[in-house]
């Protein structure tokens, strides 16, 4: 079992940056595939951002170049830096955890989720 929970997300103007902190429980975090997602009000949830437990990063095509995931697995937390933020990037931040190997980009690949972090950029 694992639990994530996330932190970091707050109000920011166009052009800011924000890094937010998934904070995961458990042994064996380094085995783990994990994942930002986001869900903004009346869309569906989207992929946004991985990193497998080799470390090998991949990115959505709307935040690539802007947005930098990275792990830390001796404090069992996966960041996700945000830079260049858009009014398009408000909406709450999901970090997911999966067992899986590879590049994992839709949800119901993952095990674990956390409660989500607001993050809103305003224009």
């Known amino acids: 079992q694992v639990q994530l929970v996330e932190s970091g997300g707050g109000l920011v103007q166009a052009g800011g940056s924000l890094r937010l902190s998934c904070a995961a429980s458990g042994r064996t975090f380094s085995r783990y595939t994990m994942g930002w997602f986001r869900q903004a009000p009346g869309k569906e949830r989207e992929f946004v951002a991985g990193i497998s437990w080799s470390v090998s990063t991949y990115y959505a095509d709307s935040v690539k170049g802007r947005f930098t995931i990275s792990r830390d697995n001796a404090k069992n937390t996966v960041y996700l830096q945000m830079n260049s933020l858009k009014p398009e990037d408000t909406a709450v931040y999901y970090c997911?955890?999966?067992?899986?190997?590879?590049?994992?980009?839709?949800?119901?690949?993952?095990?674990?989720w956390g409660q989500g972090t607001q993050v809103t950029v305003s224009s």
């Open positions: 997911a955890a999966t067992i899986r190997v590879g590049i994992v980009t839709v949800g119901y690949e993952y095990d674990y």
